[in-house]
């Protein structure tokens, strides 16, 4: 059957009815165990009660009025992030490129009100991925997603990744901001070591630059830490967020110091839909359980123990898994078959993962996990890779006959 969907993603046939916590439910009732998290969206699972319940009460009363008025659960949202974080002030989005766009206009409108508008040009990492739009394509550099879309919106230096001296020669009068993931995600979890991140701090201080962090991937507790860059003890001036904060909910934020947002006034930025009621409710209710000290400790020992359990079958499949790497519940295998085959068998396995770049798959679960449920990923994976190990075997074989 052709689709009337655009095909511009390469979809699985799998489809599914309901969720629940870890699990997704076809239509005819198979149940798989989802270590994607939708690609790190998920955050406290599927259908938990608390956001549910936040979000059907708020549907009972209001969904939408728009940012000409002031949304109460906006000020309460924009005013907890503020006082858990280095920011003093928050613009809700839609998206996660969303979030960039405003991170980059920030950062540039911030240049200009001091009286360089010739400061916007921004330095961004190779591997890096800052969503699909066209200012956010030209930001992560891929050919794969610039080709045939025209000129490439300007203003973007591409570095090589964690290269120090590569960065300050990017460095020209015409920079504004050096813009990075604390952990690369769709390139394929690679972390980005702690002193390059503090390297980076007292770059953009002694040039003047602001640093903005895209932790639309990294952040929202993923790691551990309510946002990845607090491991490095290191704060950014802009912040880009999506994902994880809204739980399913699309809904995104750009945040940044007041310095750095100084440039942003009345009538600079805008959003019809961002930071609705709706999205606001479901927002604060996630940020209830995912920023509890109880709630950041348990993704750690969960993290370190899938990370421990995945080692031990790195050691036992050596034909398929190179390497394992990330940090809390942002795991990435590094495979020597194709990574799509591992994803594929897997999903044999009734295991949800995702692909990302450098052949590596990602785990990605909701951030509830426990022992049960890692013990449980882990054996999949185990079969999985046995079954690959086995296909080398029987090809290898009928290459020698
Ligand atoms: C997913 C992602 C984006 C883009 O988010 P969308 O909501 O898809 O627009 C940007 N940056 C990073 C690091 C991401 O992982």
Redesign the pocket.
């Known amino acids: 059957m052709t689709s009337a969907i655009l095909p511009t993603y390469a979809r699985a046939n799998l489809a599914f009815e309901r969720g629940e916590g870890v699990w997704l439910y076809t239509a005819d009732g198979e149940r798989y165990l989802d270590f994607g998290g939708g ?1 790190a969206v998920s955050s406290v699972g599927h259908s938990h009660p608390h956001l549910v319940e936040a979000l059907t009460e708020q549907a009972k009363k209001l969904w939408h009025t728009s940012n000409i008025y002031t949304i109460p659960l906006g000020e309460k949202l924009a005013q907890r992030l503020a006082d858990l974080t280095f920011a003093d002030v928050t613009f809700f989005t839609n ?4 979030a ?1 766009e405003g991170a980059i206009k920030t950062a540039r409108k911030y240049h200009s009100a001091n009286g360089h508008p010739e400061r916007y040009r921004i330095i961004t990492f190779e591997g890096a ?4 739009t066209l200012a ?1 394509i030209a930001a992560g550099g891929q050919k794969k997603y610039l080709e045939g879309f025209g000129p490439v919106s300007p203003g973007f230096d591409q570095a090589a990744f964690a290269d120090h001296k590569a960065l300050e020669a990017a460095i020209t009068p015409e920079t504004a901001a050096i813009l990075v ?1 604390p952990i690369q ?2 390139g394929g979890i690679r972390v980005l070591p702690t002193q390059c991140l503090r390297g980076l701090r007292e770059l953009c201080d002694r040039h003047g630059l602001l640093l903005i962090f ?1 932790e ?2 990294s952040g929202v507790s993923r790691t551990g830490k309510l946002f990845a860059h607090e491991w490095a003890g290191v704060t950014p001036d802009i912040m ?1 967020v ?2 994880g904060i809204g739980g399913g909910f699309p809904m ?1 934020a750009f945040m940044a110091t007041r310095e750095a947002a100084k440039g942003m006034t009345a009538g600079t930025h805008g959003s019809t839909y961002g930071g609705n009621p709706l999205a606001m409710a479901v927002g604060n209710a996630v940020l209830d359980l995912v920023a509890d000290p109880a709630f950041l400790a348990k993704v750690e020992a969960m993290g370190l123990l899938l990370k421990q359990r995945l080692a031990e079958l790195k050691d036992r499949h050596p034909a398929v898994i190179a390497e394992i790497r990330g940090k809390g519940l942002l795991i990435g295998i590094r495979t020597l078959v194709p990574n799509t085959e591992l994803v594929a068998e897997l999903r044999e396995e009734h295991l949800l993962t995702i692909g990302a770049g450098d052949n590596v798959v990602r785990l990605l679960p909701p951030l509830i996990i426990d022992e049960a449920d890692i013990a449980d990923a882990v054996k999949r994976i185990d079969k999985a890779c046995a079954t690959i190990e086995k296909r080398l075997r029987d090809t290898a074989k009928t290459a020698a006959e």
Do not use: I, M, Y
């Open positions: 690609v998206s996660g490129a969303e960039l991925f800052h969503g699909r956010t993931e995600g769709e895209d639309v991937q880009a999506a994902k995104g």
